[in-house]
């Protein structure tokens, strides 16, 4: 359809709520909008008097043709074009991670309650969160433990009491050894109650009561207690110190900041939780990924949708127009403001000064990464710049658990979510070439499933002319050329040429490419024996759990993906063993007394 038909279109459209997909030539969907008055949304992309800039233009340019589905309201609307997006993953809408992403920290419920990080709300216990990343909330909980000194170890308590002797945590001041039993619940209660009001945010309180306890125990000359008191006092005004105070400690607000130019856009969301704020999160999108108000209002609904939580308030330094009023209903029980003034209005200044800076920063380094990418391809010789770059290692237990590690590299970056791994069938002993050979043929027998399995620019394999003449007979397979070089190790298992199986090319006078050589083959080892150290972990925790009366090879392997592992299987009650398929009551006793006298 031309733009004038299209237009025509448009305005046959009713004036009512809802969604509209836009196909190109191929019929691919590239981008879905919502509207509350379609004729004119719609409309207002094709109007012959429109002047659209940069992504929208690009987006208008390639449209063939339209469809629309009509809702009765605009929430309606709202809800419907979340579902089309994850659908359909266009081309110009914005696109946000899955809610794995984003933990919780749980504090359990009963008398001696733990911390732990967990992905979801579920069950009962307190929740905390949730956290831009997983490292963020482990790095909490390692702090909240410290400061209490409260343990994070597996034991179970009080079940677990004067079982062994207290852990390393113990010696080193860092737990109270709680294990042994003799310090009163009382103490483990008042820990647990300090760690939650430090996770409220309850900071300059908290450790105001402290010291005043210290200064009681030292004035009882209990000297050892006061210490115990004066330690966490610290660790909590360390706490409190890294965060920065912008409101009363009542203050739960998600503030959000964005900045967008023609190269691409930020979203940045800083977590006020306890008037402090605790936690960012920025989003990068790139330049074919529309912002707009409405594009906007779509993204803040999905963000919330998929983090399954909303705080109390919301405030937004970006104005959505008359998109705003059907954020609102999407957000119960939320406030969303719009502050123009004041100190909620120079928060929202300061995240999108945030969001601004991170994207500059991240273009430089993205800069950086491709100068040095372009100076690898011309030392290896190669005619393109090497955005995907694949590494290979083999690692095994002598002739057992042969296992290939697929390392992969995105922009020079280690993309960790496209590693993979090859269990080797056909070799029953040491061989590493043809191992290789025969990971790499189950490799490209995946060859443009997905954009995971996307062919590489580069090879780099561990080892020399064996492994490329292994590799290169597999490509020739395939009908594919993709360069391939040996990273040879010196007496000092470090790489000290690369081959390409004729010439050697020495790292001697190019530091920069040897620390990326160096780090990139400790990866792909570290990933290969990781997985080859898992293969051998779960198969003697199969052959633990087959020695158990009642238990078979295909029990134990259900007993493990119920739990997830033999640690977790080991804390779980006799009543939650016997949820899994085919165990009855006697045998998850069975079951729970064998791992509690046998794993300690």
Aim: hydrophobic share 35%.
């Amino acid at each position: 359809m031309t733009r004038e038909e299209l237009y025509a279109a448009a305005r046959a459209l009713p004036a009512s709520p809802g969604v509209y997909i836009m196909h190109n030539s191929a019929d691919k969907v590239i981008y879905v909008g919502k509207s509350k008055a379609l004729r004119n949304r719609v409309g207002s992309y094709f109007a012959p008097y429109a002047d659209h800039k940069g992504k929208t233009a690009q987006m208008v340019a390639s449209v063939h043709h339209f469809e629309v589905y009509h809702t009765a309201t605009e929430l309606e609307a709202l809800v419907l074009e979340n579902q089309f997006i994850k659908q359909y993953m266009p081309r110009y809408n914005i696109k946000l991670k899955d809610s794995s992403g984003y933990p919780y920290i749980r504090i359990s419920d009963g008398e001696y309650p733990r911390i732990t990080v967990v992905n979801k709300r579920e069950g009962g216990g307190l929740y905390y969160g949730p956290y831009a990343s997983h490292v963020t909330a482990k790095n909490i909980v390692a702090a909240a433990a410290a400061a209490f000194r409260i343990p994070v170890c597996t034991k179970r308590f009080p079940a677990d009491f004067g079982k062994g002797r207290p852990c390393l945590n113990y010696h080193i001041g860092r737990c109270m050894g709680f294990c042994s039993g003799k310090v009163p619940k009382e103490e483990y209660k008042a820990r647990i109650d300090g760690v939650k009001r430090l996770l409220g945010g309850d900071c300059t309180t908290l450790a105001k009561e402290l010291e005043q306890k210290m200064n009681e125990a030292a004035e009882a000359l209990d000297y050892e207690r006061a210490a115990s008191y004066r330690d966490s006092m610290r660790a909590v005004l360390k706490i409190r110190d890294k965060q920065h105070i912008v409101g009363p400690p009542e203050t739960e607000a998600d503030v959000i900041g964005i900045y967008a130019d023609d190269a691409g856009s930020a979203v940045t969301v800083l977590m006020v939780r306890g008037g402090a704020i605790t936690d960012r999160e920025t989003m990068f999108f790139g330049a074919d990924e529309i912002i707009n108000p409405s594009a906007v209002s779509s993204l803040l609904g999905r963000y919330y949708t998929l983090r399954g939580f909303t705080p109390r308030e919301i405030w937004c330094g970006y104005d959505l127009g008359d998109e705003a009023e059907v954020l609102r209903q999407s957000l119960t029980g939320t406030k969303l403001l719009f502050p123009k003034r004041g100190e909620k209005r120079e928060l929202a200044d300061r995240a999108e000064t945030n969001a601004k800076e991170q994207l500059l920063h991240r273009r430089s380094e993205n800069e950086r990464q491709s100068g040095f990418l372009a100076s690898f391809a011309s030392f290896l010789g190669l005619e393109v710049v090497p955005e995907r770059i694949e590494s290979y290692d083999i690692s095994n237990s002598g002739d057992d658990f042969i296992t290939a590690g697929m390392v992969v590299l995105k922009n020079g970056s280690f993309a960790k979510k496209l590693y993979r791994s090859f269990n080797i069938r056909e070799s029953e002993a040491q061989d590493d070439i043809a191992a290789t050979k025969e990971a790499l043929q189950r490799r490209f027998s995946h060859l443009d499933e997905s954009e995971a399995w996307e062919a590489p620019d580069l090879i780099l394999a561990d080892g020399g002319v064996g492994q490329i003449g292994a590799i290169r007979e597999v490509l020739y397979g395939y009908g594919l050329d993709i360069p391939v070089f040996g990273m040879v190790k010196d007496e000092h298992h470090k790489t000290r040429t690369l081959t390409d199986g004729v010439n050697e090319i020495s790292l001697n006078k190019r530091q920069d490419i040897f620390i990326f050589i160096y780090k990139l083959q400790e990866e792909v080892h570290r990933y290969a024996l990781s997985r080859m150290d898992q293969r051998r972990r779960q198969t003697v925790k199969k052959s633990i759990l087959v020695s158990i009366k009642g238990v078979g090879k295909a029990k134990a392997e259900e007993l493990l993906k119920h739990f997830g592992g033999l640690k977790e299987l080991r804390e779980a009650t006799p009543e939650e063993i016997a949820k899994v398929k085919g165990v009855n009551a006697e045998l998850a006793e069975r079951i729970c007394s064998f791992l509690k006298e046998n794993l300690k």
